[in-house]
T-cell receptor, first 111, second 109 residues
């Protein structure tokens, strides 16, 4: 297995544009997590899914953020409209019975 | 409430010195605890899990239920240990993966 795959690796966009981040979890894992990492706030859990169902989205900062998991092998995190304060590294992670495995992250810059 | 606390944001030591990265947790029940490491601009990687009681790269961590702690230790720090370290807990009833704030370890030559 290639591990958790995220795309794109880097994204630079203008304020107000829609941004979509993608994640392919490890096959067979039934939990998927989206985290945001910044210098100021560290690693924040945004939302997580179990068997494709959102369980806890209390970490999603605003209505501008939305996440979906249409099937077991794909998830998206969308920001619409994007703002400069959304600039961060966004990580996706998946887990099965025990520890979680992380993707390489998407470095988002909103100018 | 389920919580993981890493009280030190930065720990700076000299090469060869002992290292202890502190982690305390708040959880009712039997927690499943982990240490993750993140080298500069890379993904988080699993370093240790408490159930396997292993030593990875010279690091060990012991679960102390009485003190609700899971401190990470290494007797002799190496420069290549410089990284961000995160303590994490999995909630057995929700499956949620909760991280501490992270501690940056800086090993000076």
């Amino acid at each position: 297995d290639a591990g958790v795959i995220q795309s794109p690796r880097h994204e630079v966009t203008e304020m107000g544009q829609e941004v979509t981040l993608r994640c392919k979890p490890i096959s067979g894992h039934d939990y998927l997590f989206w985290y945001r990492q910044t210098m100021m706030r560290g690693l924040e859990l945004l939302i997580y899914f179990n068997n494709n169902v959102p369980i806890d989205d209390s970490g999603m900062p605003e209505d501008r953020f939305s996440a979906k998991m249409p099937n077991a092998s794909f998830s998206t995190l969308k920001i619409q409209p994007s703002e400069p304060r959304d600039s961060a590294v966004y990580f996706c992670a998946s887990r099965g019975r025990s520890e979680a495995f992380f993707g390489q992250g998407t470095r988002l810059t909103v100018v | 409430a389920q919580r993981v606390t890493q009280p030190e944001k930065l720990l700076s030591v000299f090469k060869g010195a002992p290292v202890e990265l502190k982690c305390n947790y708040s959880y009712s029940g039997s927690p499943e605890l982990f240490w993750y490491v993140q080298y500069s601009r890379q993904r988080l990687q699993l370093l240790l899990r408490h159930i396997s009681r292993e030593s990875i790269k010279g690091f060990t961590a012991d679960l102390n239920k009485g003190e609700t702690s899971f401190h990470l230790k290494k007797p002799f720090a190496q420069e290549e240990d410089s990284a961000m370290y995160y303590c994490a807990l999995i909630s057995s009833n929700t499956g949620k993966l909760i991280f501490g704030q992270g501690t940056t370890l800086q090993v000076k030559p």
